[in-house]
């Protein structure tokens, strides 16, 4: 029994301390990369541009952290793209369509999203549908239901300048608060994640889900509050994106939730489940961003740029299957 | 399980019956009797590049009219993105079974749909392109703007507006669709032979999606402080400009746009945007519907039906003109 406990002990700190180099390497990247375009470009390393690659984050980097969790079960999230766009559409239609206060629409559409994931999370729980499956219909139905809902038109936000000041306000001047949404909701996920009895589920959940089952653990009704949480996650990204745009546009999305889940993997959580951090995904957002933000300042073509970043992606996954390898 | 999920299967099934029977009083299903509805009206089939962007319901809007008034029956549908060529190309081939009177038809890929245009034509539907041409003998006319010509006036008014020379760029929706082609060639090519003190220093695309069209145009503000303008070819990439003019607050630059809409719109009245490219979707949709109309009255219709295209900014943006072909 004791051995047992020390061996665990020994495995911990191995884990940690693989997460530690997982991180250092990311936090690298993104060092090289900044430091990259800055001496390419002149440009590139100015204030207004580095706040405009944070605000580029913002949205992404909200939906990535919600995706981490269910990356962390060893589930995946399809749904996240268009699911935002439901809640933007959704806040639209509180907000604009029936006038109601800013702050019940807000709450709609992040309610909108936690929703869709209950839904999500009920057929993966209880119905035993596949995440990949689940989601994919979920995706498909809020696309959907975000074009029925708004006559597949654009819902705008012009007679009400508050809801726009949500994302692009200054609370300190010069810096969006969008930016300060993400870098906030990234501390409630860290917080979620580590210190409370939902993120140890969500490890246990992806390490082992029968183990976790047999050991007592109410599994099905902890998945489903996981996904729920990145539903809420998915509903913040909404609101961020729909007052960026002063509109909610029911055909955008789609797409969103690959580039979420390729933050989530470039910060070094693994898909197979039960390892991950935030903080990773906050630094894997940013290589996404500044990737993006410095071949542009290059003046490099789209068609290499999606090139390049797909090349990251691989690289990153290869050096998490190297480690892995080595710790075993 | 089984219970559930057969309970969940019934539900779905009795929600299709019902949804099913909300539309078939607009839309009826299937027929056999040689293009002729129940109601005995002409059934003119129209396959278009999309239905989600306002572009199209404006086209769709026009059809509707036509319809109205040449007393014809009328089915409107597209994919859901502008790259689904293959989707497209199922919509052609069901609509063709449906044995349709006429076809009026956007091709998102002029050579992959010719083989169903070329049965159509064996089976004497007559065919009419919109939108974009089709190559060959088989489209019997098409209704169309001419983009290039489009595009050369953005430039002319951009020269116009800058002093004819400083540095410009463009934000483009994509590098393979005809009308992006065709609007980034005959912008570029104009500025080329006309105006040599003009540069376009950049092209980036945002594939019309609001939020990457104002990341990259930002990208493109940062690495080249001396811009004096920007186009963007569609309403997603003029809209992503006009934000990241506002959010980079260089409201110096000249912004000209493509299309219309409610953004765009409030942007020329603001002026935010100098002024934009209209086409007129309306009367691309009605002139589709009369072509079809005329060729099974068997009156002669004229081979190419140009469409037409206005410049509108803050001075004739009121007027009756304009107007009629702005949708918001």
């Known amino acids: ?27 690298a990247s993104l060092i090289v990369l900044v430091l990259f375009f800055s001496l390419a470009s002149p440009n590139f390393f100015k204030f207004d541009n580095i706040v405009g690659i944070l605000l580029s984050t913002s949205v992404i980097g909200i939906l990535a952290l919600g995706a981490t969790f269910i990356i962390i079960t060893s589930g995946i999230d399809l749904s996240v ?57 979920m995706m498909m139905i809020a696309k959907g239901l975000a074009l029925v809902i708004s006559g597949a038109a654009p819902i705008y936000f012009t007679s009400y300048p508050a809801f726009t000041k949500i994302a692009m306000g200054q609370m300190i001047p010069g810096i969006p608060n969008a930016i300060f949404i993400f870098f906030l909701m990234a501390i409630i996920g860290g917080i979620l994640l580590n210190k409370t009895i939902i993120g140890r589920y969500t490890f246990a959940i992806g390490s082992n889900e029968e183990a976790t089952r047999l050991s007592g653990v ?93 090349a990251v992606i691989l690289f990153a996954v290869y050096a998490d299957v190297l480690r892995n390898k080595k710790s075993k | 399980m089984k219970k559930i999920s057969g309970i969940f299967l019934g539900a779905m099934l009795l929600f299709s019956i019902i949804l099913s029977a909300c539309s078939s009083d607009e839309t009826s299903s299937g027929n056999s009797d040689g293009g002729k509805k129940q109601d005995g009206k002409p059934y003119i089939a129209i396959i278009s590049k999309g239905f989600q962007h306002q572009f199209w319901q404006a086209v769709k809007q026009g059809a509707d009219k036509a319809a109205k008034e040449f007393d014809v029956t009328i089915t409107f549908e597209g994919p859901e993105s502008e790259s689904q060529v293959d989707k497209q190309i199922e919509m052609l ?71 004819q020379k400083g540095e410009i760029a463009v934000v ?14 005959g912008f570029v090519d104009r500025i080329k032979e006309k105006y040599p003190d003009i540069k376009i220093v950049d092209i980036q695309y945002g594939g019309g999606d609001h939020l990457k069209s104002t990341d990259a145009a930002k990208a493109i503000m940062q690495a080249h402080p001396n811009l004096k303008g920007i186009f963007g070819t569609n309403e997603g990439s003029a809209i992503g400009v006009v934000n990241a003019v506002s959010e980079l607050n260089k409201k110096d630059i000249v912004v000209i746009g493509f299309d219309s809409g409610k953004q765009q719109i409030d942007a020329i009245k603001s002026g935010l945007m100098a002024g934009a490219i209209t086409q007129n979707p309306i009367g691309i949709g009605y002139e ?32 009756e003109e304009i107007k009629a072909v702005l949708y918001e």
């Open chain 1, 1 to 27: 029994m004791e051995s047992q406990v020390v061996l665990n002990e020994k495995k911990k700190v191995q884990l940690k301390s693989s997460q530690a180099i997982q991180q250092f390497l990311a936090f």
């Open chain 1, 81 to 137: 793209g268009t699911v935002m766009t439901l809640c933007s559409v959704m806040a639209g239609i509180f907000i604009s369509s029936m006038g109601l206060p800013i702050i019940v629409g807000v709450l709609g559409g992040i309610l909108t999203g936690a929703t869709a994931g209950m839904l999500a999370g009920l057929a993966i729980a209880k119905m035993r549908i596949p995440p990949f499956i689940a989601t994919l219909a």
């Open chain 1, 218 to 310: 109410n599994v099905n009704k902890w998945k489903m509050i996981i996904y729920i949480i990145a539903g809420i996650f998915t509903g913040v990204a909404g609101i961020v994106m729909a007052s960026r745009l002063n509109s909610a546009q029911p055909a955008l999305g789609q797409g969103y939730e690959l580039e979420a889940i390729a933050a989530v993997v470039i910060g070094g959580t693994s898909l197979s489940g039960g390892k991950g951090t935030i903080l990773g995904t906050v630094i894997g957002a940013l290589i996404m961003s500044v990737l993006t933000n410095g071949l542009r300042i290059l003046s490099v073509p789209q068609e290499w740029q999606t090139v390049v970043v797909g």
């Open chain 2, 93 to 163: 081939r069901a609509v063709l079974d449906k044995k349709p009177a006429a076809l009026g038809f956007a091709a998102l890929d002029s050579q992959a749909s010719v083989p169903l245009l070329q049965e159509a034509k064996d089976k004497k539907i007559p065919v009419i392109a919109f939108d974009s041409g089709v190559e060959g003998d088989i489209p019997l006319a098409t209704a169309a703007t001419d983009s290039r010509a489009a595009a050369a006036l953005a430039a002319d008014k951009m020269a116009e507006l800058i002093g």
């Open chain 2, 172 to 185: 483009a929706h994509d590098q393979v669709s005809k009308t992006g082609i065709e609007r980034r060639d």
């Open chain 2, 288 to 319: 589709t519907v009369k072509a079809a109309v005329d060729a099974l009255n068997g009156k002669k219709v004229e081979k190419n039906i140009d469409t037409g295209f206005f410049y509108y900014d803050k001075s004739n943006i009121d007027d």
